[in-house]
């Protein structure tokens, strides 16, 4: 059975922290123990993002990479419709790919290369972070369509998933 990618993540570095489920048939004592032990590490992934200091690289490899290929291990899940690819930050950032535009386009017509939403989604990142820091402690953003960051953001997460 595959391994939830949140549960156990270890609160320093947010790595797995090798808890797995006991297939064996065996030890069903062990395997309570350790899936006790994985509820006692589990951190929110806002938690573990704060942790790694909302860093970039980080977040996209746990969201569009190792989150991406546990969904890919439930089969049932695709049967009936297209399963998603796993995306790596290093090929993406190494990318030769261009963004498409010409002279007149306005900004907002500008056709991202999957290397311009990446690099939009680490600048955008860090200035809403930027932002995060200046609120007193356990306030959160706020979203406005008017916001140029906030929608980089997420029309760079969006085409993630295109």
């Not at 990618?5 to 808890?19: H, I, M, Q």
């Not at 909302?54 to 899940?77: C, H, N, P, Q, W």
């Not at 261009?98 to 990142?125: I, P, T």
């Not at 979203?143 to 085409?159: E, G, I, R, Y």
Request: charged share 35%; hydrophobic share 35%.
């Amino acid at each position: 059975m595959p391994q939830d990618p949140e549960a156990g993540l270890d609160e320093k570095n947010g790595d797995n922290n090798g808890t797995t489920n006991d297939s064996s048939g065996g030890n069903s004592e062990s395997a309570a123990k350790t899936a006790a032990e994985a509820a006692e590490n589990r951190v929110s992934t806002r938690q573990w993002a704060k942790d790694c200091d909302y860093d970039a690289a980080r977040l996209f490899t746990k969201f569009f990479g190792e989150d991406i290929r546990y969904l890919l291990s439930m089969e049932k899940l695709w049967a009936e419709r297209r399963p998603p690819e796993p995306l790596d930050w290093a090929a993406l950032t190494d990318s030769d790919e261009q963004s498409h535009a010409n002279a007149d386009e306005l900004r907002d017509q500008a056709v991202w290369s999957l290397r311009e939403c990446g690099r939009r989604f680490e600048a955008s990142l860090g200035e809403l972070y930027d932002k995060l820091k200046c609120l007193p402690s356990g306030d959160h953003l706020t979203w406005d369509k008017d916001d140029d960051t906030a929608l980089d953001f997420v029309v760079a997460v969006a085409n993630f998933r295109c």
